[in-house]
T-cell receptor
Framework: GQQVMQIPQYQHVQEGEDFTTYCNSS?????IQWYKQRPGGHPVFLIQ???SGEVKKQKRLTFQFGEAKKNSSLHITATQTTDVGTYFC?????????WGLGTSLAVNP | GAVVSQHPSRVICKSGTSVKIECRSL??????MFWYRQFPKQSLMLMAT?????????EQGVEKDKFLINHASLTLSTLTVTSAHPEDSSFYIC?????????FGPGTRLTVL
């Protein structure tokens, strides 16, 4: 079945450094969604990308969807301690989402 | 975004007892709700899809008699962990489908002694 691979599993950065997490699939994805889960919290929807090559920005976060719609990335510029958490990609619809394993981000102040 | 509540937020129970977790969509009607399980530092594992007025659809490997799901109204789904054992200890999260995204409840941390 459809799988979404996400790397890296963990990332430790110094505050102010950039951070990127990647999602890849062997099959074409209808969309890609990104969620953030703070430690002890629940996933919170960040964004959805649906178009080939789409790029969206939210302040210091940049989301990309590959031309072939098989990969996606989330890039954070100049990380802050508030960015700490696990970032998940997921693909699907309101009937079922296929989840990546997540990338846990730790930020040293 | 839409608000989904979950109750209780934390429960500790003895082995062999049953635990019921409620998931409510507070400001919208959800024909579909999802139940996930998450172990520490791991991803979300979909357990079942709960459809209002019909039987839940369980993922492979999830025992439907162990994890009873009821979705009696458009705003409430319940998950009952029957005859809980220590290996059932986990973080259980529900979500409600709204448009293309899912709105998550705050989760229930279950500890079975």
């Amino acid at each position: 079945g459809q799988q979404v691979m996400q790397i890296p599993q963990y990332q430790h950065v110094q505050e102010g450094e950039d951070f990127t997490t990647y999602c890849n699939s062997s099959t074409t994805l209808s969309n890609i969604q990104w969620y953030k889960q703070r430690p002890g919290g629940h996933p919170v929807f960040l964004i959805q990308l649906v178009k080939s090559g789409e790029v969206k920005k939210q302040k210091r976060l940049t989301f990309q969807f590959g031309e072939a719609k098989k990969n996606s990335s989330l890039h954070i510029t100049a990380t802050q301690t508030t960015d700490v958490g696990t970032y998940f990609c997921a693909s699907g619809n309101n009937r079922k989402l296929i989840w990546g394993l997540g990338t846990s981000l730790a930020v040293n102040p | 975004g839409a608000v989904v509540s979950q109750h209780p937020s934390r429960v500790i129970c003895k082995s062999g007892t049953s635990v019921k977790i409620e998931c409510r969509s507070l400001d919208f009607q959800a024909t579909t709700m999802f139940w996930y399980r998450q172990f520490p530092k791991q991803s979300l594992m979909l357990m079942a899809t709960s459809n209002e007025g019909s039987k839940a659809t369980y993922e492979q490997g999830v025992e439907k008699d162990k994890f009873l799901i009821n979705h009696a109204s458009l705003t409430l789904s319940t998950l009952t962990v029957t005859s809980a054992h220590p290996e059932d200890s986990s973080f259980y999260i529900c979500s409600a489908a709204g448009g293309s995204e899912q709105f998550f409840g705050p989760g229930t941390r279950l500890t079975v002694l």
